[in-house]
């Protein structure tokens, strides 16, 4: 393509000045044949002459027309396809006397460089030197240039080593640090966390409200469920202070003190207690269990399994208290309640967290009050319970013997 040309390469538009001149040279044939044969026509047929020519040409005009055409395309052609069967001859041979123009000075450069070689050798040979004893000098340069690179890369290192020497001390200091505040303040980060995940085994989609009006038989397995938290946990009852904490690590347990000592459907203060945070690294699967109880309000509803029987309580409040508060759980009451326990903030054992809720179901009007404490078996312990201990924590009870 030319685009000065009007995108046309130089070859079309040799072609088409061509074609122009041979056309003229066709009409004129043409006109002048024409010519011809009007006036022998109008010297035979008078009556003729003022007839256009187009309607006196005969076959032998249109056969004499086109054989001009063909002829000199056949020509035209035959010399064109023979000007490019050269040009391209031509470029061949270009490009052969090239490469091998380029092969004699390659092969001109290696016969000057093995000149330069055996007078190299020969000189050796001529100062007494062999062939073998300048290998032996190139292997020891190499190996001593070997060397030199060791050296230079083991001072550098060493003075790299010198130079960042003091910083030793300081990143690993602040790496023990890291881990201690990791293993003491872990659970300050994933209890908010596991407080709005589920923290049962069950699919959310499984722990449902149940219609408080329908008494249920259910297993004999005592149980805690919670639907608004998807909490669907063992309660270990009947056991002493001392077990509780470790009963924690196995579900929830059953808090029993002077004044707040009542079993499910019985008028009084039934208290179940639980953790709300550990250590990440902790085996307990239960130390998240209660990582959500804020979240409960008023309304929300909570069942206890007991002896094959569901019991239905109703949320009435929450309060936040200190620890030894235990006297925050003996309620005088009329009518079977419950009292949830956690500690309070979450990752933290600083504050206890209760939630209380009324016994809407079964039916309570025939229920018989709970009998206290015994004297022996009376709460000693002036402290609820709390979560596992922290790392420090876990130390100091270690080396006190708590």
Same mark, same amino acid.
């Given at each position: 393509?030319?685009?000065?040309?009007? =995108?046309?390469?130089?070859?079309?538009?040799?072609?088409?000045?061509?074609?122009?001149?041979?056309?003229?040279?066709?009409?004129?044939?043409?006109?002048?044949?024409?010519?011809?044969?009007?006036?022998?026509?109008?010297?035979?047929?008078?009556?003729?002459?003022?007839?256009?020519?187009?309607?006196?040409?005969?076959?032998?005009?249109?056969?004499?027309?086109?054989?001009?055409?063909?002829?000199?395309?056949?020509?035209?052609?035959?010399?064109?396809?023979s000007r490019a069967a050269q040009n391209y001859i031509a470029k061949e041979r270009l490009k052969d006397e090239r490469e091998r123009a380029e092969e004699e000075e390659?092969?001109?450069?290696?016969?000057?460089?093995?000149?330069?070689?055996?007078?190299?050798?020969?000189?050796?040979?001529?100062?007494?030197?062999?062939?073998?004893?300048?290998?032996?000098?190139?292997? /020891?340069?190499?190996?001593?240039?070997?060397?030199?690179?060791?050296?230079?890369?083991?001072?550098?290192?060493?003075?790299?080593?010198?130079?960042?020497?003091?910083?030793?001390?300081?990143?690993? *200091?602040?790496?023990? #640090?890291? #881990?201690?505040?990791?293993?003491?303040?872990?659970?300050?980060?994933?209890?908010?966390?596991?407080?709005?995940?589920?923290?049962?085994?069950?699919?959310?989609?499984?722990?449902?409200?149940?219609?408080?009006?329908?008494?249920?038989?259910?297993?004999?397995?005592?149980?805690?469920?919670?639907?608004?938290?998807? #909490?669907?946990?063992?309660?270990?009852?009947?056991?002493?202070?001392?077990?509780?904490?470790?009963?924690?690590?196995?579900?929830?347990?059953?808090?029993?003190?002077?004044?707040?000592?009542?079993?499910? =459907?019985?008028?009084?203060?039934?208290?179940?207690?639980?953790?709300?945070? *550990? /250590?990440?690294?902790?085996?307990?699967?239960?130390?998240?269990?209660?990582?959500?109880?804020?979240?409960?309000?008023?309304?929300?509803?909570?069942?206890?399994?007991?002896?094959?029987?569901?019991?239905?309580?109703?949320?009435?409040?929450?309060?936040?208290? %200190?620890?030894?508060?235990?006297?925050?759980?003996?309620?005088?009451?009329?009518?079977?309640?419950?009292?949830?326990?956690?500690?309070?903030?979450? *990752?933290?054992?600083?504050?206890?967290?209760?939630?209380?809720? %009324?016994?809407?179901?079964?039916?309570?009007?025939?229920? %018989?009050?709970?009998?206290?404490?015994p004297t022996v078996d009376q709460n000693t312990d002036d402290t609820m319970p709390a979560n596992d201990p922290s790392f420090f924590e876990g130390i100091w009870n270690?080396?006190?013997?708590?």
């Amino acid at each position: 393509m030319d685009s000065k040309n009007g =995108g046309q390469s130089s070859s079309d538009l040799q072609r088409q000045t061509a074609a122009a001149i041979a056309r003229k040279k066709v009409l004129t044939a043409y006109a002048e044949s024409a010519e011809k044969a009007r006036k022998e026509a109008s010297k035979n047929n008078a009556h003729l002459k003022n007839e256009p020519i187009q309607s006196r040409l005969n076959s032998e005009s249109w056969k004499r027309y086109h054989s001009a055409w063909q002829n000199y395309y056949q020509k035209y052609y035959s010399e064109y396809y023979s000007r490019a069967a050269q040009n391209y001859i031509a470029k061949e041979r270009l490009k052969d006397e090239r490469e091998r123009a380029e092969e004699e000075e390659i092969l001109s450069s290696i016969a000057k460089s093995s000149t330069k070689t055996t007078r190299t050798t020969g000189l050796s040979l001529g100062t007494g030197v062999s062939e073998e004893d300048s290998a032996y000098d190139s292997s /020891d340069s190499i190996k001593q240039n070997l060397r030199q690179r060791i050296r230079k890369k083991a001072t550098e290192n060493a003075k790299f080593t010198h130079r960042h020497k003091h910083l030793i001390p300081i990143v690993a *200091g602040i790496v023990v #640090i890291l #881990i201690i505040l990791f293993l003491q303040y872990n659970r300050l980060i994933f209890a908010p966390i596991m407080a709005y995940v589920s923290p049962g085994n069950a699919p959310a989609s499984e722990i449902e409200a149940i219609d408080p009006t329908i008494t249920q038989t259910v297993s004999s397995d005592p149980r805690l469920i919670i639907p608004k938290l998807n #909490i669907d946990v063992p309660i270990h009852f009947g056991i002493p202070l001392s077990d509780v904490m470790s009963s924690m690590n196995n579900g929830v347990a059953h808090y029993r003190i002077a004044g707040a000592s009542a079993y499910p =459907g019985e008028i009084g203060n039934l208290v179940i207690t639980g953790h709300s945070a *550990g /250590d990440i690294y902790s085996s307990n699967p239960y130390k998240y269990i209660f990582s959500g109880l804020e979240r409960l309000d008023d309304g929300d509803l909570i069942y206890v399994n007991y002896n094959s029987v569901r019991y239905t309580y109703r949320v009435t409040k929450k309060e936040v208290v %200190e620890p030894t508060n235990v006297a925050a759980l003996v309620v005088n009451t009329d009518k079977p309640i419950l009292t949830l326990v956690t500690c309070t903030p979450l *990752g933290t054992s600083r504050y206890r967290l209760l939630v209380t809720a %009324e016994q809407i179901s079964p039916n309570y009007e025939t229920a %018989e009050t709970a009998e206290d404490l015994p004297t022996v078996d009376q709460n000693t312990d002036d402290t609820m319970p709390a979560n596992d201990p922290s790392f420090f924590e876990g130390i100091w009870n270690w080396l006190t013997g708590n």
